[in-house]
Nanobody, 116 residues
Framework: QVQLVESGGGLVQPGGSLRLSCVAVGSIFSIYAMGWYRQAPGKQRELVAG???????NYADSVKGRFTISRDNAKNTLYLQMNSLKPEDTAVYYC??????????WGQGTQVTVSS
């Protein structure tokens, strides 16, 4: 019954910024590690950022120093602040559980396009 709803994507120029949001509907959100994933054309879905129940974060090398993951447990919401965007960041971005547990059904994601 859990639904993941991503938003905030769009078209930006290289060097620009976006903030993505993910609302987990029907989840006991606060007890799970969460992450942001992305899938670019022709590539596998990959984890780009994760955040634990306690707020510890980790990032893929490709986004380290540019992206920041955060969570607001009271709002059941996960965020991804994306700065200094590059064309290679172009992908559909998804949220889901992180760690060893089962993932929820994937949402539709939100498209991020970085282009001049």
């Amino acid at each position: 019954q859990v639904q993941l709803v991503e938003s905030g994507g769009g078209l930006v120029q290289p060097g620009g910024s976006l903030r993505l949001s993910c609302v987990a509907v029907g989840s006991i959100f606060s007890i799970y590690a969460m992450g942001w994933y992305r899938q670019a054309p022709g590539k596998q879905r990959e984890l780009v950022a994760g955040i634990t129940r306690g707020g510890s974060t980790n990032y893929a090398d490709s986004v380290k120093g540019r992206f920041t993951i955060s969570r607001d447990n009271a709002k059941n919401t996960l965020y991804l602040q994306m700065n200094s965007l590059k064309p290679e960041d172009t992908a559909v971005y998804y949220c889901n559980r992180d760690g060893l547990g089962l993932r929820y059904p994937w949402g539709q994601g939100t498209q991020v396009t970085v282009s001049s």
